[in-house]
């Protein structure tokens, strides 16, 4: 069930989303989003990077968490899906 919220809000957003921001927003508690997005990282359904690399407002980086990482969906790995559709 967290693995598919954590997708689901990532799909949404089709841009970058701090763990944080996706915990809030899914109502997951962050331990929970976190271990989520480390699987789907590791699978390659989604991309990391770091949060000063790719998120400009600095309003939402004073708010981060931890190592700062941003995160959102694969963009290879949903064209692939697409086409085996």
């Given at each position: 069930?967290?693995?598919?919220?954590?997708?689901?809000?990532?799909k949404?957003?089709?841009?970058?989303?701090?763990?944080?921001e996706i915990?809030?927003?899914?109502?997951?508690s962050?331990?929970?989003?976190?271990?989520?997005?480390?699987?789907?990282?590791?699978w390659g359904?989604?991309?990391?990077?770091?949060?000063?690399?790719?998120?400009?407002?600095?309003?939402?980086?004073?708010k981060?968490?931890?190592a700062?990482?941003?995160?959102?969906?694969?963009k290879?790995?949903?064209d692939?899906?697409?086409?085996?559709?």
């Amino acid at each position: 069930m967290g693995q598919e919220e954590v997708k689901r809000e990532l799909k949404k957003s089709d841009g970058w989303l701090l763990s944080h921001e996706i915990a809030g927003r899914t109502g997951q508690s962050l331990t929970s989003v976190q271990a989520a997005l480390r699987r789907m990282v590791k699978w390659g359904d989604v991309q990391r990077k770091n949060a000063t690399d790719v998120i400009k407002d600095s309003s939402r980086l004073a708010k981060k968490c931890f190592a700062g990482f941003a995160y959102r969906l694969n963009k290879e790995k949903k064209d692939e899906q697409i086409k085996i559709k």
